[in-house]
């Protein structure tokens, strides 16, 4: 499994970005997929999940209201619109694969600056 994310740059305090986390191999669709994020001297945080369906999709509480998670399975690509963007949010945005219960497969991540 290969997860290439893209979509991040330098963005104004109040603007949006759309990452976006291609996955090559089989079988995407049955997996759920998150986002994490990892700020210069934190550790890796969870950012937000979706399910294999899309159905059903998760939060950090620093994400509720502000970023979108969606997946698109016939691209084998899932999504981060991310809105009314902070300093605060500025990190390395990875995307993982979710095998059972834990996010054993992940990308090398794409670079997201605010700027106040």
């Known amino acids: 499994v290969q997860l290439v994310e893209s979509g991040g740059g330098l963005v104004q305090a109040g603007g949006s970005l759309r990452l976006s986390c291609a996955a090559s191999?089989?079988?995407?669709?049955?997996?759920?997929m998150g986002w994490f994020r990892q700020a210069p001297g934190k550790e890796r945080e969870f950012v937000a999940s979706?399910?294999?369906?899309?159905?059903?999709?998760e939060y950090a509480d620093s994400a509720k209201g502000r970023f979108t998670i969606s997946r698109d399975n016939a691209k084998n690509t899932v999504y981060l619109q991310m809105s009314s963007l902070r300093p605060g949010d500025t990190a390395v945005y990875y995307c993982?694969?979710?095998?059972?219960?834990?996010?054993?497969?992940w990308g090398e991540g794409t670079q997201v600056t605010v700027s106040s």
């Open positions: 191999g089989r079988a995407f669709n049955l997996f759920t």
């Open positions: 993982s694969k979710r095998v059972g219960t834990e996010y054993k497969h």
């Open positions: 979706i399910n294999w369906s899309g159905t059903t999709t």
